[in-house]
């Protein structure tokens, strides 16, 4: 019997492979139980580091889709004060807390910040398309994203499976060995 | 103290312990509390300055600018909490502002008179602690 394997990796994760037979997989890779329990165990705080970087991208991802949806709307909004022609009034954040009035003419054109100290100033249209575009992305990224981690969960029950089988198979292998060489003795 | 026994000076030094971080918590969060306040105190200030209808780059989100001008600028909003916001006039919006910074920084003097105590509790729960070990540990 030889071992099955599943996807042999994702985007640089190791795939785990799941082992069908402790003796041959021991065999196979040369080494003893010891050995391969400890290869396991560093196998699955890998994982587990891996998971726990994917699960703050993840963080992050969810908390910039509802701004980039509101930016969205609100030069929507813009776009369409533009054919009335008047003159809107917001309300808009000086620091935190506090809050204070501006008029906002007809204009054709917003800035947006796309981070590390840039700004720029886009037309209605650009803007809007860009922030199209920025919204896919990170909705194609945390998809991605979601698939990773279910992938690394998988291999982190595979590979926990595996080392209870192979302490297992030690402890088997002990008692079998003890019982061997007391019997010659009894006899 | 010296009266107690070993367990209760272990319970009393991990209450104390337990306490104490928790008065840290509190402290760590009035002082940033403070922070902000300071912050946007300054930034009334900066505001008041700045004539009406000055151009300037309104925030609507937080990556979204779009040029205008300033409107009243001697009206603010403050915001008091649960969801509600109080319109006043910039003097006013300033000394809310300073009100709600002093009232913090007494509880915050007030804060730390307490912790200082319970940590010389805590202190004191654990030298006794040490002491009572050693004395046991010769005998046994």
């Known amino acids: 019997m030889a071992s099955s394997s599943a996807v042999s990796e994702r985007r640089g994760i190791p795939g785990a492979s799941f082992v069908e037979d402790v003796q041959i997989y021991l065999t196979q890779s040369g080494l003893d139980a010891n050995s391969a329990l400890s290869f396991l165990q560093e196998r699955l705080q890998q994982y587990k580091l891996v998971e726990m970087r994917l699960l703050a991208q993840q963080r992050d991802l969810q908390a910039k889709i509802p701004d980039i949806e509101k930016c969205l709307d609100i030069v929507a909004t813009l776009q369409v004060k533009k054919g009335t022609g008047e003159a809107l009034i917001a309300d808009f954040e000086v620091s935190e807390g506090i809050y204070s009035r501006a008029c906002i003419e007809d204009t054709d054109s917003v800035c947006l910040w796309l981070g590390a100290n840039v700004m720029l100033e886009y037309s209605c249209e650009e803007a809007v398309a860009l922030l199209q575009k920025n919204l896919e992305n990170a909705r194609a990224s945390l998809e991605v994203l979601v698939g990773d981690l279910q992938f690394v969960r998988d291999q982190v029950t595979v590979t926990q499976v595996t080392i209870a089988r192979v302490y297992n198979w030690d402890v088997h292998q002990r008692r079998s060995r003890q019982a061997a060489s007391t019997t010659p003795k009894e006899s | ?140």
């Open chain 2, 1 to 140: 103290m010296e009266k107690m026994s070993l367990e209760q000076l272990k319970a009393l030094k991990e209450q104390s312990d337990m306490e104490v971080n928790l008065l840290q918590d509190s402290l760590n969060n009035i002082r940033t509390a403070t922070v902000r306040l300071e912050m946007a105190s300054n930034a009334l200030h900066d505001l008041s300055l700045r004539p009406q209808g000055k151009k300037m780059l309104v925030p609507l989100t937080a990556s979204l600018y779009v040029p205008g001008t300033l409107d009243d600028a001697d009206k603010v909003l403050v915001d008091v909490g649960t969801g509600y916001f109080i319109e006043k006039t910039m003097p006013e919006g300033k000394d809310y502002c300073e009100r709600k910074i002093n009232l913090l920084k007494s509880n915050y003097d007030q804060l730390i008179e307490v912790a200082s105590k319970k940590k010389s509790i805590a202190d004191e729960a654990g030298v006794m602690l040490q002491t009572k070990l050693r004395q046991v540990a010769p005998t046994t």
